[in-house]
C-alpha cells in the first residue's frame, strides 16, 4: 500500500493503529462471551473473513513487525485493561455486536478526533437504522409491488458509507423476519447467507470500520445459524464509494485512489474490483445509509470532479445565487444516489439520514428540482436538534440531535431529516412530497421512540403534511408557513422610491475601523501623512496596506493621497451587526474601502435613518428579518443581503414610491417631503409588523424566500399607532437612543432585574474580574473571528426575578447567568432574550464574540459591561411588547388596502449596487 502526501501518511498510520486495536477490542468481545478466562491478543483469531485484513495481520501483528512500530507493548497494555473489565456488567448494558458498533466514535474521538471530524463519523442510534430499514422494506411492498420487501431476492440493497454496518445488520435481521413470517426456518440460514455475499452490499473508506462492518456481519449470520465458510465473505467492500461507478477508459489509472492511497497491495486490488462490479453491474434498487456529513479535501479525486454540477446547473443565471455550499459529502451521495436509481435501475429507492439544510436552503434549489423531475414519491422526516440555532422542542428546551447518546456522544450539531425517495417503473405525473414535522419532542430518545411508534400506524401517510414546491417557493419541500392573504400584501422595496441599496463593504480586515474614536483618527492621521512612507506604515500596521484580491494597497494610498486630505467628517458610526456599532474612516476615493456606497452614504445625514431588509434568507433560524439604524449601514448588517432603504431620499424628499404617496394620500394624510413625521410613518409601520411574532411565526417560510411583505392599514388612526409602536421599536433598536423605562428614568421591576452585572461572593468588579475568558469566540482562518461556545448556567427564576416570571410567556421558563469568566457574569439574561435572532445573528452571542480577551487584547471596560445589560434590557422591551405587536398586526392585516395598478404578487428581484 502506498499513502501519498502528508494526509495519506497521517491516514495510513491513523488506520493502521486504529485497525490493529479496535480489532483487538472486537476479538475481546468474542472471547470475552465465549467465557475464556483470559485474553491474549498473541493467541486470539483474527478470523473477519476479509483477505486483505487476514494478510494484515499476519504481516503486522507479528512482534517483529510491531517493535519497529513500537506497538506491541501498548496492545499489551490495551489487552490488560481489556482483561480488567467486569465483563458481566459490560454485556449486561451491551450486546455483543452492539458493544463493537456502538464504541467506535468515541473510540475515534478520542484517538484521531480531527479524522473523525473530517470524515463525519458518528454512530447511528438502532431504532433510526431499524426505522429506516423498516420504512424501505414498507415502501418495497406498497409502491413498488414487492410482496416480500427486502427479503425478496431480486432486491439489490447498497449502503455506499456503511460504516460498522449498522444498516447492513438490520437488513439482514429484516429478511430474517419476513423468511421466518413464511414459515421457511429450515432455509432461512442459506438464504441469509447469500443475500449477505452478495445482494446486501456495503461501501466503506476507512478500514476500522470495514473491519467492524465485517465482524458485524459475521456475527450477525453466525447468530442466525448460517455462519460463513473458510472462503466466504460478506458483499462488504472497502473503496471510496464517490467513484469508480463508470467502466475505466483505456489507458486510465485506477478509479479507486482516495486520500493518496494506491492499490499496489494486490488484496485491496481485489478489493477494489469487487466493488466496482458492484457499482457498474449490478441492479442497486435500494440505497441507504447514513452519508458523512463534513468535506473533507482528500476525498475529490479527478474521477469525482464534476459529481455535484448538475446541482449547480443556473444557480445563478436562473436564480440570482452566488454562494453556496453544495461540496458537502452528503450532497454528493444523494447526487451518486440519484444517479444509480434514477439513471441506471430505473426504479427504486433512496433513503438516507442527513443535514435538513438542503430539504429549504436556496443553495440547494437545483438539487431539489432535479430529485422532483426524477422520482415519484418523497417522505421527509424532521429529526429537529439543530444545536448552532438552539432549537426548541415543544416543551420549550434546547432540542438534543437524534443522535445524541447520554454520556457518551453528543451528535452533530446540525438538525437532521430522514429523507425517502422513491422511483417507480411507471412515472407519476407530478412528485407528491410528504413532510412530517411531528417529531420534536426536546429529548432524542423520546423522538426516536416517537418514530419507531409511527411504523404500528395502519395510515401511515396521516403522520405527514403534502407540501407544495414551485419555482416561487424555490421547490422548497419545508410546509409552507404563510397568511392566506400575505402575497397580496406589498413587499417593502415596493414602498420605496430609491431602489434598495447594499451595505458598505471595507474589507480590509478592520483597517478602516475602530471602536475608539480617537485610536482610529490617530491612526489615519498618520496614514495620510505623506511624511510617512508607505514602507513603514506596513511595518506599524497602520491603514489597508495589505494587497487583496483586486486592491493594491501601495496605489490606494497613492490615489487616496492626491484626492483629499484627513477629514473629521469622514469619522463615522458604523452599523457593523445589529448592537454592533463602530467608527469607520469612510471615504469614496477608490478602492480605499471595497465598497464605499456612495449613494448609500450620502443618505447617512442627521435626522434620517434606515430599515434594513434582505432579500431572501441564508437559513430557517434567521429571527426577525428587519433592523433600523440611523447610522451608515455595513453589508452584514443582516445575514446576508444586507439592503438599507432610508425613510428620506434626501433632506428635502421621502422615499416614497408613487403608490405609496397613493396610499397616504387616500387615508388624507399631509404631504410627506415636507412633513418628515409622515414620511417615516410607513417606515415605522414596517418594523412593527417586521417585530410582531404572529407576523414571523404565520409567515416564516414565504418571509424567508423573498423580501418581507407587510400588510397596510386601510385608515389613518391605525396606521398612526401601527408606526408609534414601530418608533418605540427603532429605539429600542438604536443604541445610542436613550429610552426611558429601559435605559434611563425609573426601570420597572421586569427590567431592572435583567442582566445585572454580578460576581461570586458579592463585590465591586475589578478589572481582572471583567476580562471576557469565557470561550466565546476565537480567531478563525484569515483573521475572521468565530463564535464560541461560551458558558452559561441555564435555571429557574429566583424568587427576587419574579417580575420576570410573571412574564414567562414573552421572556421564557427559564433564565441564564451568562459568564465572562469564571467568576464574574450577568445575572438573570431570560431565555428568550438570550436567544433573540436578528438577521441571522445571536444579537448577545455576537457582541460576546468579538470581545474574548485574546481578540479584544484588554479587560472590558465598565462602559461596555453596562452595554452588554443595557442591550439585554432592550431586547427584553421588545419580548415584552409582543402582546401589542401581534394585535397590532392582526388588526392591519385585518383592514390591508391594496396598492392600486401593483402586480404586488410578483416578486422583486431588483437591488441596486453602487460601482
Known sequence: MQFEGPKGEHLFRSTLVQTLFYGLFSAWVEVAQDGQAVFDWRAAGWNLHVPFVDTLFERIARPRSLKPLGLEEPLS?????????????????????DAVRYFYEPFLAAFDPDLRKDMGVWYTPREIVRYMVERVDQVLRSELGIPDGLADPSVWVLDPCCGTGAYLVEVLARIARTLKEKGEDALTADDLKQAAMTRVAGFEIMPAPYVIAHWQVGHALRAAGAPLGPEERAAVYLTNALTGWAAPQAGAGPGDAQHGIRFTYPPLADERDEAARVKQARPILVVLGNPPYNAFAGTSPAEESGLVEPYKEGLQRDWGIRKF???????????????????????????????????????FVVMRQRLLAEFDRIWVDNLHGDRKSSERGRDGRTSETVFAMRGASLGIQQGTAISMLVRTPTRAATTQVLFNNRADASDAGERRGQLLAMLESSAFDEHYDQTSPVAQNRYSFRPASVAADYQSWPPLPYIAALEPFSGVVEKRHGALRSLDRSELADRMRRYFDPKISFEELKVLGIGPVEDMAGFKAYDARTRLLRSETFSEKNLRLLALYPFEVRWAYHTNVQQIWNRSRPELSARAFPGNGFVVARLRARRPEEGFPLFWTPVLPGDHILDPNAHPMPVLADPAKANLSVVARGWLAALALPNPDTDHAIAALPWHHALAIGYAPAWLAENGDAIRQDWPRVPLPDNADLLRASAALGARVAALLDPDTPVVGVTTGTLPPAIQIIAVPSKRGGGAMAEAERRLTAGWGHAGKSGAVMAGRGRIST????????AAAADAACLGATTHDVFLNQDAYWRNIPETVWRFTIGGYQVLKKWLSYREQPLLGRALTPAEVRYVRDVARRLTALRLMAPELDANYRACAATHRPLNGVPIAESVMTVKHDP
Open 77 to 97: 497494555w490495551a489487552a490488560a485493561a481489556l482483561n480488567r473489565v467486569d465483563r458481566i456488567a459490560f454485556f449486561t448494558r451491551f450486546e455483543e455486536a
Open 325 to 363: 455550499n453544495l461540496d458537502d459529502l452528503y450532497v454528493r451521495f444523494f447526487r451518486i444516489a440519484e444517479r444509480r436509481i434514477a439513471g441506471g435501475t430505473g426504479r427504486g429507492i433512496i433513503c438516507f439520514i442527513s443535514n435538513h439544510s438542503w430539504l429549504s436552503s436556496p443553495s
Open 795 to 802: 435555571r429557574d427564576y429566583a424568587p427576587e426575578e419574579a
